[in-house]
């Protein structure tokens, strides 16, 4: 009983403003971890070739002189929503045969705070998260300072978590 | 074929692959979509300093460090292998408002005139990529998600949150680009 209550707190940390936690009860093998590996290469290249990881295509976006990122962006939403729509109409189970779950968010002020911060520094480094990653495997070396410095920012956030208005 | 792909992706073909990914990583093992996780879990696996956001069972979490390797990886294959030779084609107006800064060279996908070893030690430099770097994972943290997390899978799954914390980002990108932006490039 006090393991499940400790895995339940563990749970709900990660979950915490967290996009990503793994709600599979099931124990794999690492090496399971490679499917995910081969979903990052194929969304590295996509990345790449449609210049979704291009400073220039940013800074057309933020400035309305094209159409492409709106483009990228809603229609990759458009195809999430349907998905998703779809696997919660049919129940659509995982490979290894478990329902599909995916958490709600629930609103506070950082989503505002916060997201105008990280538009401030999409804007000047012309890349969110993922295409940061892909940037430094098309050999811009030096944006693994940028990578590494968003790392610290993140660990800045949780160091001034409790003192920060949410 | 290979010629084919060598080509730029138009955006009606990489918009709905990438969304694609929504459901392609909840089928393989019901994760949700989230690239911005990432840092966090490198915090906590790096440096937790007793610090209660990064005290989780990171391990749990790996599959999500295995996905930003992979796309790494998609990023070297796909400038090494899939390239296309010429440089990246600028809307006019942008590349006139550049060419006053200073930027000039549309080869890379990185614009290599500001952005590189060098110009890392100069104020400008220091700007674009450690300080913009530093409000990339602060503010995605704090809003609890990025570009994917929100925009993508939010979105996706139809929550009002992540509504909130895209429009955010647009607002503050656009403040960004328009008004601040200027004034860094011109030091």
């Given at each position: 009983m006090q393991q499940n209550t400790d895995i339940e707190k563990d749970l709900q940390l990660r979950e915490l403003?967290?996009?990503?936690?793994?709600?599979?009860?099931l124990q794999h093998k690492w090496y399971h971890n490679l499917k995910y590996l081969v979903v990052g290469i194929l969304f590295g290249i996509v990345f790449v070739k449609a210049e979704v990881v291009s400073w220039f295509r940013i800074q057309e976006m933020f400035r309305l002189q094209s159409f492409h990122m709106y483009g990228i962006i809603g229609s990759a939403v458009v195809v999430g929503m349907i998905s998703v729509f779809l696997i919660k109409k049919f129940n659509i189970k995982t490979i290894y045969g478990e329902p599909i779950k995916i958490s709600p968010k629930t609103f506070n002020k950082g989503q505002i705070y916060g997201g105008l911060i990280f538009g401030f520094g999409w804007a000047i480094t012309g890349a969110c998260p993922g295409p940061l990653f892909a940037q430094i495997g098309t050999?811009?070396?030096?944006i693994g300072i940028t990578l590494l410095s968003a790392v610290a920012g993140t660990w800045v956030y949780g160091y001034l978590r409790e003192k920060l208005p949410h | 074929m290979i010629e084919f792909i060598k080509q730029p992706w138009a955006w009606y073909v990489a918009g709905p692959l990438i969304g694609l990914t929504v459901p392609a990583l909840l089928i393989i093992g019901n994760k949700s979509f989230g690239i911005s996780s990432s840092l966090r879990h490198v915090c906590a696996s790096c440096?937790?300093?007793?610090?209660p956001f990064f005290k989780y069972d990171w391990k749990k979490e790996v599959w999500n460090l295995f996905f930003v390797f992979g796309i790494f990886l998609g990023g070297a294959i796909a400038i090494n292998l899939?390239?296309?030779?010429?440089p990246i084609e600028v809307n006019p107006k942008l590349a006139a408002e550049l060419a006053g800064y200073?930027?000039?060279?549309?080869?890379?996908?990185?614009?290599?005139d500001i952005i590189n070893w060098q110009s890392l030690f100069t104020l400008k430099g220091f700007l674009l990529m450690v300080v913009g770097g530093f409000l990339v994972g602060f503010g995605t943290r704090y809003a609890g998600g990025c570009t994917s997390g929100h925009a993508i899978m939010g979105l996706s799954n139809l929550q009002l949150p992540s509504l909130i914390a895209t429009i955010s980002f647009m607002i503050g990108g656009f403040i960004m680009a328009n008004l601040i932006l200027p004034f860094i490039l011109s030091l």
């Open positions: 403003d967290a996009m990503c936690v793994n709600k599979s009860h050999g811009a070396t030096v | 440096m937790p300093a007793n610090i899939l390239s296309n030779p010429n200073g930027i000039t060279n549309f080869n890379n996908l990185v614009p290599e």
